[in-house]
């Protein structure tokens, strides 16, 4: 694969457009996340008085774990962002709602990050926080958005709890919806969990695909569209326009890491590669080595969104997931045996690289880039 993707005539003529110029400055939010957490910390001593406590080391990681005896209970909430601003403009050019699609978006991004601690799903709650009370008399847009989170919940084997629906006005515009989901899980056995503590030299990473953008990096994407010749309907591909690929669903990973388990595979630790791109692989507190030597196909959506946005590789891979949207690291023995089975649940999959020793770092050899430890600072 070739290091970098040459604008196009357009492309070049424009001026390069980063995420922080499309109003998303992660230098900005991680060090409220890092004064969260520490303060979070702290109140960890209050599940004492219910002969409970924390798993510490899931501090920091994308679920938090508590123990409660028998087994582990994992819990994580997580929202959309601003996926449901494209539904909406391509409802208005299309005459149809996406809202089934950006349901699931909204599920995954609560459940692709449970799993990555061992957990099982167990119980999502919606919460979906309009504009206004009108937004709810769109009723094939409402029927989309409910159908849309209950086949997500069956495929990820979740049971709906409940959840809130709020009319905001005054704080989320007139028109608009802020879509959010919350995920309770079981990690059962105990030696499910899995936060880190079996990572180490000789493991195998293996990613599995993407189906284009998912939930992150819409900001840039939404920014973006104001320089295509076409806006939205702009063809990525034949047949495919660019906002009708950025709706495609994230993939829900759940079925994959259930059916690992079945087959007697745990996984050493995970990543859900989401915001921060290809960065996610040093999310581990360890200082370790990620060595990649074969990449996923990236979208069309992907690759066009590098190009016309005017990112080398390495802007792209530290800001879009480019074709990986979920990160094994498993035993060496392990690898082949767990690329099967992902495949079998119908998600893409590849034993991308390994684990070593060494300074912390992540070295892509197909595109000579490497993130050092600086690169991603979310404790």
């Known amino acids: 694969m070739s290091a970098a993707v040459p604008p196009s005539s357009a492309g070049a003529a424009a001026a390069s457009l980063s995420y922080e110029q499309a109003g998303v ?60 601003i494209v ?10 709602s996406w809202y089934d699609a950006i349901a699931q978006d909204t599920i995954a991004m609560a459940v692709n990050d449970l799993i990555t601690v061992g957990a099982t799903p167990l119980v999502v709650q919606a919460y979906w926080a309009a504009g206004g009370s009108d937004w709810f008399a769109d009723a094939a847009r409402a029927k989309a958005l409910v159908e849309g989170w209950q ?3 069956e495929r990820c084997g979740v049971a709906w709890g409940g959840g809130e629906t709020p009319a905001l006005a005054g704080i989320v ?9 919350s995920c309770t899980g079981i990690v059962s056995p105990k ?10 030299p000789g493991d195998a990473i293996v990613l599995l695909d993407s189906s284009g953008i998912h939930a992150n990096g819409l900001s840039l994407a939404r920014k973006l569209v104001e320089r295509l010749p076409q806006g939205w309907l702009t ?3 034949p047949g495919l326009s660019y906002g009708a690929a950025l709706l495609a669903p994230t993939v829900l990973y759940s079925p994959v890491t259930e059916a690992l388990w079945k087959a007697g595979i745990a996984p050493h630790y995970c990543a859900n590669i989401t915001g921060h791109g290809w960065r996610k692989l040093l999310r581990h507190e360890k200082a370790l080595s990620y060595r990649i030597h074969a990449l996923p196909p990236v979208p069309p959506v992907l690759r066009f969104i590098q190009e016309h ?4 590789d390495r802007e792209a891979y530290s800001t879009l997931n480019m074709g990986a949207g979920f990160a094994l690291f498993v035993a060496a023995p392990d690898a082949e045996r767990s690329v099967e089975i992902a495949q079998a649940q119908g998600v893409g999959a590849r034993i991308a690289g390994r684990v070593e020793a060494g300074a912390k ?15 991603l600072q979310l404790r």
């Open 25 to 84: 400055d992660y230098a900005r939010i991680d060090p409220l996340k890092v004064s969260a957490q520490r303060a979070a910390a702290a109140t960890a001593t209050q599940l004492r008085a219910h002969g409970f406590s924390e798993v510490a080391a899931s501090r920091g990681e994308s679920a938090y774990v508590v123990d409660v005896g028998p087994f582990y209970l994992a819990s994580i909430v997580e929202c959309l962002g601003s996926k449901a």
């Open 87 to 96: 539904a909406d403009e391509m409802a208005a050019l299309t005459g149809r």
């Open 151 to 153: 086949r997500a919940c």
């Open 173 to 181: 515009e007139p028109g608009r919806i802020d879509l959010a989901a």
């Open 191 to 200: 030696e499910r969990l899995s936060v880190g503590d079996r990572l180490g």
């Open 235 to 237: 063809e990525v591909a």
């Open 309 to 312: 946005a005017g990112h080398d």
């Open 361 to 375: 770092e992540l070295v892509i050899e197909p595109l000579s880039l490497r993130f050092g430890d600086e690169s």
